[in-house]
C-alpha cells in the first residue's frame, strides 16, 4: 500500500472495503481481493504520509476492532488525514438493537432473522443481538453515537456528526436493505 500512495496527496481512502470496491479510491482490506484492493492490517501503522488524505470511508469495519486497536486506527486516520480532511464511518448501531430490544420491536427483529447470512432463524430476539453483537465472533465492539462521538475526539476530530445513508460528499455507501435500516451512519471532521 505504501507503494500505491507515496507522493500522492487529495487521496481516497476506503478501509475495510470488503467487496464494495470503489473506482477512483484507494480502496484496502485486511482479506483483499486481488487486483482490486491492497492488504492492511488496523491495528498497524497506515504506511501513508501525514496529511495526505481528503477523504477516509470506512462502513462497517469498525465494529471488528477491539476498542482500544479502534482508537489506534482513528488516531492513524486523523494523521494522515490533511486540513480539514473528513471521514465516513458506517457501523451496525447497538443503540437500535438495544432500544429495539427493549420496546419489544417484533417487527426489528423479524427482519433481522437471518443477520450476517445465518442460516438458521434467529429467534428469539436476544439471539439476533447476539449475532450483531458477535458476528460469528468477528464483531469485537458494540458502537453506538455516544461511544463513536468519544472515541473520535479523544484522537483529536472535532466534528462528529450523525447522519444517515448517502449524505455526506462522497456517495459510496452499501446499499443492501439492512445497511440503513439497523446501522449508524457519522461524518467526521479533522
Known sequence: MAAQCSGKSNLLLNIGCGRLVRSGWVNIDYDPIDGESLYFDAIDTLPIENGVVR????????????????????????????????????????????????????????????????????????????????MFGDHRFAWDFEALKMAASECGFSQIIRSSINEGDYAIDGQDWWRPFESLYANIHK
Do not use: S, W
Open 55 to 134: 477523504h477516509i470511508h470506512c462502513e462497517h469495519f469498525l465494529e471488528h476492532l477491539e476498542y482500544r486497536d479502534a482508537v489506534h486506527f482513528l488516531r492513524e486516520c486523523y494523521r494522515v488525514l490533511a486540513d480539514c480532511g473528513t471521514m465516513r464511518i458506517i457501523v451496525p448501531d447497538a443503540e437500535r438493537y438495544l432500544r429495539a430490544y427493549c420496546a419489544g420491536d417484533d417487527e426489528f427483529f423479524e427482519r433481522l432473522i437471518d443477520l450476517g447470512g445465518h442460516v438458521e432463524p434467529l429467534r428469539p430476539k436476544i439471539r439476533v443481538c447476539n449475532q450483531m453483537f458477535r
